[in-house]
């Protein structure tokens, strides 16, 4: 059964850090790209990244583009996201997504979110 | 940036009725369009792919048509389960773009 399991949610002041991590089973998660969404409360979706398989390839939403850093260590089966700059806009809960192939950019499994609230 | 639109932002539907929900797109994404269904303090779950594809487990009452900017998804005969939002998204180039919902609502 795949799941994803997200970790590192939490309350963080304007201009701070905040590090979200995703872990991953049931899949062999170094064979699929995997995805972060997220979705302010009361909002639509909205991508965040996106990152290969073996990590050499990233992409991000102009939103977070300078500010945020995807990675993955696929011998942990562990995706991430390193968010710094933060402001209130980036208040969301962040979903983890699998790839529904290797790099098709469409996703079939999603993790059950992390709070980040941005807040003084 | 592709902006995807969606159309009505809310569709009130009888159970058993047809629900019609569309997508467009700013600049054509060929067939790279999905759907994905979120109920209320659930998580996503995708539907559709390809446009037209039904992902793994979906009923056969949900589809998708369209191509190039204008999409549909198609819900023949509306369950109590069905009533949730739906999202479109492209997957046609960066930045992936998610269309901004349709929530489906008990007539």
């Known amino acids: 059964e795949v799941q994803l399991l997200e970790s590192g949610g939490g309350l963080v002041q304007p201009g701070g850090s905040l590090r979200v991590s995703c872990t991953a089973s049931?899949?062999?998660?170094?064979?699929?790209?995997m995805t972060w969404v997220r979705q302010a409360p009361g909002k639509g979706l909205e991508w965040v990244s996106f990152?290969?398989?073996?990590?050499?390839?990233?992409y991000y939403a102009d939103s977070v583009k300078g500010r945020f850093t995807i990675s993955r260590d696929n011998s942990k089966n562990t995706l991430y996201l390193q968010m710094d700059s933060l402001s209130a806009e980036d208040t969301a809960v962040y979903y983890c997504a699998k790839d529904a192939g290797s790099s098709w950019c469409f996703f079939d499994y999603w993790g059950q979110g992390a709070l980040v609230t941005v807040s003084s | 940036e592709i902006v995807m639109t969606q159309s009505p932002a809310t569709l009130s539907v009888s159970p058993g009725e047809r629900a019609t929900l569309s997508c467009r797109a700013s600049q054509t994404v060929n067939s790279n369009l999905a759907w994905y269904q979120q109920k209320p303090d659930q998580i996503p779950r995708l539907l559709i792919y390809?446009?037209?594809t039904r992902a793994t487990g979906i009923p056969a009452r949900f589809s998708g048509s369209g191509s190039g900017t204008e999409f549909t998804l198609t819900i023949s005969s509306l369950q109590s389960e069905d009533f949730a939002f739906y999202y479109c998204q492209q997957y046609n180039q960066w930045p992936l773009t998610f269309g901004g919902g349709t929530k489906v609502e008990i007539k």
């Open positions: 990152i290969s398989t073996t990590g050499d390839g990233t």
């Open positions: 390809g446009a037209s």
């Open positions: 049931g899949f062999t998660f170094s064979n699929y790209a």
